[in-house]
């Protein structure tokens, strides 16, 4: 079915999964604060949250599996790259909220208005994986934003979550100023929000020397570079990850990073595709630039929150190599590898969750030593959970897949990016020294004496880890399946016309 | 025989059979552990090993038919299977075998029951995990010399890594983490290389379209000049075989990993694991790129880093005072025989590379279960702890007397007839090469024979040494030895049906690599620069 999204009502109906979500959002908004906070009303709503999430889930399979398309000039688009963005960004808020509902109880956190909160920036990150107007990516941004500001300063007993809290506040605000300054320029230089517009009047009228183009592209790239984290805009990330709840650290991690990236490939490859002269090296050097930091900053961390964080600095590196390659394989390697790289964290965050010791102190690694011999299976999904970080075959998964993904993009693309490639994969070189010191904690040391055995863990967490790791494994031996969404989900090929005079790199032979 | 292994479709199914036995071995110990829940006690040992063994003896048995079943002479690949995968990326699983790769399968089905009841009694804890992770390795190890799919040939070579990680990592020595970490970040940066030149030849043998991953498609396309940057993707590919021989000077973290590693993780390295680099050379990076591999250049950067290690090799060894590590270092000697006979170039030299690499598997794997049963009867390895063993125990001082003999390559044993025909055969086209190869042999019998001269030999002074009285090989011991015994006479003696074996591949290999050398598909190569 053809959406005509100029249209307000078809509009409404492009709109919904989205509706369903906010709108039952809202609902339980009211719900939650209809009685006091207690333990049982914040499972409860918890639980009706991630019912609603799995209704929208099936809208947004419905949708896809009817083969819904729109015109690209509209404000939305309706595409299999949104419906996998949805999905990845939706099972993400499912995970955090199972995980979340246990965590709280833990924690002494009774709010349930947290769970709803989950769903409105969830609703954010759709609409940003829908927007193809640069006006609906910035609500986008300020939906997902604000909800995520909330959450991560949900434990009010907790300094260092207030730190975190404040901290991302800060940075955000001052990020999203870059971000709306550049679409005022890019506005100003374009005359249009709408993303295949801009790319008309950028081939049209040669803008692609424009500087005030220039400036605006490079001021929209360092607002996103902060919102996924990209060195040298990361400065907030390690504070915030590690001081947020543990189920917060990884929907940020994973979805609000999976979103902003959905919006940045998309307004990259079809916007400014045709200025990628413009902005390639400055993408080219984010991306090493990202990929060496974090990886080699993550060495030195003790405390495992601060090391998953630097790593995922480092797989906002990989995912910045998808920019970079430009091509349609590489928008169908970044929804691969978004899917992957959630699954992997939300199985290592449900573990660090049990692992956490009440309080405020911090998780460190050695807290996991000798894991092994006294909860051998938890200690297994974790080692899974590191080599499918590590993209490592086999006992990683889907994983080594996803990284496989990248690194095929990235050689097939027409830029010339077999240097990158290698940097990628050096780069993964040392990440084997933290993720493996993860294992070798947990499996070649023995258990200390007068260790705290970790407590029994709860339902909905034991599903998190088992689900994961069980889908790692998976489809890290039969990936052709999610391959072949992968593969049908991505932008298609960009027509390019060498007769405009644009010059793009030769392929590589 | 033949007849009757056609009959039961041998061919059709022994390769996935092999690969998949033993990871259903590894399954049922899962399952069998959390059936019974591991008390870590005697009864959890005996059952799991029992479960180990009898898996790896069924796989040896099986895998026996292959010496019959496949049709050496055969310029196609014997007991083919390819199946769909990936389809979207061109990767497929893609099993066969030719007259080399049929002999290293050999090795290692042959091996494994060997490797286990050398660790029978030494590892007590855990040993669910510990031999679950034996049989992984293992279906690791089979698939590497099997895969003619690229793809799958990288998660093989990479399937291998972990389950050895842990081995030396959890029941190693006093330095395993140090050791394990070592092995793991060395081998992990050359197959990482490795893996974007698979992705790269896989991309530029697709030619725009899907990837083409399988064997056949690539050497085509590798020969036919449709490949660019072959300079950059033989490196790739060199670095990570030659981190695995390993190769001087890349060999460092042999000795580690070999000191450190339990007697079954040594055997294992030693025997089987170091042949996937040679292998890897001898299926991959020379038959792939030819034009580079035979380079004048290249050429000799290789074989002086081969017959540097021979040398380096022999001379560490010589003033090792750790026995394992003595052992560890004849191995990178004994490597460097292998790629010396490699990129020698010649049948000859390519068959006796072949040979020294079965037949160093045979010995040195015999050497390490030696020091193990030594090891857990005295708790040193170190050479002067020991002195006049063989008063004490006669049939240990028997075995190890000849074994090393073999190492030596004294004349009727097996590593005689591997490095013969390596001399002889490099002899024709690389006279210098060889002329400083052929002096380790004076090296080979100084180290080893001075080792076993102060631990059988020499007066029984120490009381340590005396209390070995009557601690003997036991039957499990010598059942084990005599095995490794008749491979070495064996192949000592009348190693002709081994040289027909490999003869036809070793052939092909090097009428292949000369022809793409001589002929005008170096323009290819030309056109790169």
């Given at each position: ?32 604060a ?26 947004v ?9 729109a ?8 595409d299999?790259?949104?419906w996998?963005?949805d ?6 808020a499912?995970?955090?909220i ?26 954010g ?10 006006m ?12 995520v ?48 517009e ?43 990850y590690?001081?947020s709840?543990t ?22 490859y ?20 990202t ?5 080699v ?5 003790g ?6 964080a ?29 899917f ?7 199985g ?75 940097i990628?994969?050096?780069?993964s070189?040392?990440?084997?020294g ?7 904690v ?25 689900v994961?790791?069980?889908?790692i ?14 593969e ?11 007769a405009?005079?644009i010059?793009?790199?030769?392929p590589?032979? | ?40 006690d005697?009864?959890?040992?005996r ?6 063994l ?10 026996l ?20 995968w990936?389809p ?28 286990v009841l050398g ?12 031999y ?10 089979l ?47 050359g ?12 991309l ?9 991953f ?12 449709q490949v ?6 033989f490196?790739?590919f ?39 680099g ?32 021979i ?26 025989f292998v ?9 000859e ?20 279960l ?52 390596v ?17 380790v042999v004076?090296?080979?019998a ?6 076993i ?8 002074v120490k ?9 003997d ?15 070495i ?5 009348y190693?002709?049906p ?18 793409a050398?001589?002929s ?10």
């Open positions: 079915m053809t959406y005509d999204v100029l249209i307000p009502s078809r509009l409404m109906a492009a709109l919904l999964p989205d509706l369903i979500l906010m709108v039952g959002g809202m609902v339980l908004m009211l719900f939650s209809w009685r006091r906070d207690s333990a049982e009303h914040q499972r409860s709503v918890g639980l009706a949250a991630m019912a609603l999430i799995v209704v929208t889930i099936g809208a399979v419905w949708m896809a599996m009817g083969g819904a398309t015109p690209t000039n509209g404000p939305i688009a309706v299999g790259f949104r996998v963005t999905i990845v960004v939706l099972l993400a499912l995970a955090t199972a995980l979340a509902v246990e965590y709280n109880a833990r924690h002494g956190i009774s709010h349930p208005e947290s769970h709803v909160l989950v769903l409105f920036g969830t609703a990150m759709m609409i940003l994986a829908a927007g193809r107007d640069l609906v990516v910035f609500l986008g941004i300020e939906i997902m934003s604000v909800a500001y909330v959450l991560t300063g949900l434990n009010r007993r907790s300094a260092r979550a207030a730190e975190a809290s404040l901290k991302y506040f800060l940075l955000g605000a001052f990020a999203t100023g870059f971000l709306l300054y550049g679409i005022a320029l890019v506005y100003g230089a374009t005359g249009t929000t709408q993303f295949t801009i790319s008309t009047a950028i081939r049209e009228y040669n803008l692609h020397e424009h500087p005030m183009l220039w400036v605006g592209i490079g001021l929209m790239l360092i607002g996103l570079g902060f919102k996924v984290a990209a060195v040298p805009f990361h400065m907030w990330a390690p504070d915030v590690d001081g709840p189920p917060t650290s990884a929907f940020m991690i994973a979805a609000v990073k999976a979103a902003a990236f959905a919006t940045f490939l998309r307004l990259w079809e916007g400014f595709y045709y200025t990628s002269t413009v902005w390639h090296s400055a993408v080219w050097w984010l991306a090493a630039i990929m060496v930091v974090g990886n900053v993550a060495l030195a961390q405390n495992i929150k601060r090391m998953l630097y790593s995922s600095i480092a797989h906002a590196g990989y995912l910045l190599v998808t920019v970079a390659s430009a091509n349609g394989a590489g928008t169908s390697a970044f929804l691969f590898y978004i992957a790289y959630t699954l992997a964290t939300f290592a965050f449900a573990v660090i969750g049990v692992l956490e010791h009440g309080g405020d102190r911090p998780a460190m690694i050695w807290d996991y030593e000798g894991l092994w011999h006294t909860r051998p299976w938890l200690a297994s999904a974790m080692a899974v959970f590191m080599l499918a970080l590590l993209g490592f075959p086999f006992f990683g998964g889907i994983g080594f897949f996803a990284k496989w993904y990248v690194l095929q993009a990235a050689l097939a693309s027409p830029q010339m990016l077999a240097s990158l490639a290698v990628l994969v050096l780069t070189l040392v990440s084997a933290y993720y493996l010191q993860v294992v070798r947990m499996f070649m040391k023995q258990r200390p004496e007068g260790a705290v055995e970790p407590p029994a863990i709860g339902a909905f967490t034991r599903a998190v880890i088992g994961t790791a069980v889908l494994l998976g489809f890290g031996l039969f990936p052709s399946q999610l391959v072949r969404v992968g049908g989900s991505g932008m298609p090929q960009y027509p390019f016309s060498p405009l005079g010059k793009v790199p030769a590589l032979r | 025989m033949t007849a009757f292994l056609d009959s039961i479709g041998f061919n059709g199914w022994i390769l996935p059979a092999l690969l998949l036995l033993p990871m259903a071995g590894a399954l049922a110990l899962l399952v069998q552990r959390s059936m019974s829940g591991d008390t870590g005697e009864a959890a040992m059952s799991s090993r029992t479960i180990a009898w898996v790896f003896i069924a796989e040896a048995v099986l895998s038919g292959l010496w019959w079943s496949v049709d050496v002479g055969s310029a196609d690949w014997q007991a083919y299977i390819d199946l769909e990936i979207q990326w061109g990767a497929r699983f893609t099993v066969g075998l030719d007259g080399i790769s049929m002999v290293l399968v050999l090795l290692t089905t042959l091996l494994m029951p060997l490797a660790g029978w009694t030494a590892i007590r804890e855990r040993t669910h995990a510990y679950a992770l034996l049989l992984v390795l293992t279906s690791g190890m698939g590497v010399f099997m895969a003619l799919d690229l793809v799958f040939f990288y998660l093989m070579w990479e399937l291998m890594l972990v389950p050895m990680y842990l081995i030396i990592g959890i029941w190693g020595g006093q330095r395993r983490l140090y050791a394990s970490l070592k092995f793991f970040i060395y081998t992990f940066l197959s990482l290389l490795m893996l974007v030149a698979v992705i790269w030849l896989g530029e043998t697709g030619n725009g379209g899907p990837p083409v399988a064997y056949d498609a690539i050497l085509n396309a590798t020969r036919t000049g660019s940057g072959s300079f950059w993707l490196g790739a060199a670095m990570a075989f030659a981190v695995k021989v390993p190769m001087f000077p890349f060999h460092t973290w042999l000795p580690d990993a070999h000191v450190e590693a339990p007697t079954a993780g040594s055997v294992i390295l030693a025997a089987i694991m170091l042949k996937m040679t292998f890897g050379f001898m299926r991959f990076a020379v038959p792939l790129f030819p034009d580079v591999a035979m380079h004048p250049t290249v050429r000799t950067l290789m074989l002086v880093l081969a017959v540097v290690g040398i380096y090799g022999a001379l560490m060894a010589l003033v090792q005072p750790d026995f394992k590590k003595l052992v560890a270092y004849s191995s990178v000697s004994h490597l460097g790629m010396l006979g490699i990129f020698a170039m010649t049948v030299a390519m068959q006796g590379a072949m040979v020294v690499t079965v037949s160093h598997g045979i010995s040195t794997g015999a050497l390490f030696l020091i193990g049963m030594l090891y857990e009867r005295r708790h040193t390895r170190l050479l002067d702890d020991f002195g006049g063993i063989a008063k004490v125990m006669p049939v240990f001082a028997f075995f190890l007397t000849v074994v090393a003999l073999s190492s030596i390559g004294l004349p009727g044993t097996n590593g005689f007839v591997g490095e013969f025909l001399l002889v055969g490099s002899f024709p086209t690389q006279p210098y090469y060889a002329l400083v190869a052929v002096t004076i090296f080979a100084a180290y080893l024979l001075w080792a001269q102060r631990i059988i030999y020499q007066p029984l009381p340590e040494n005396e209390a070995l009285r009557g601690m090989l036991n039957a499990r011991e010598i059942g084990l030895m005599v095995p490794l015994l008749v491979g006479l064996w192949l000592g003696l190693p002709k081994f040289l027909e074996k490999t003869a036809a591949a070793s052939e092909r290999l090097v009428q292949m690599t000369e022809s050398h001589t005008p598909l170096r323009a290819s190569l030309q056109r790169d620069r």
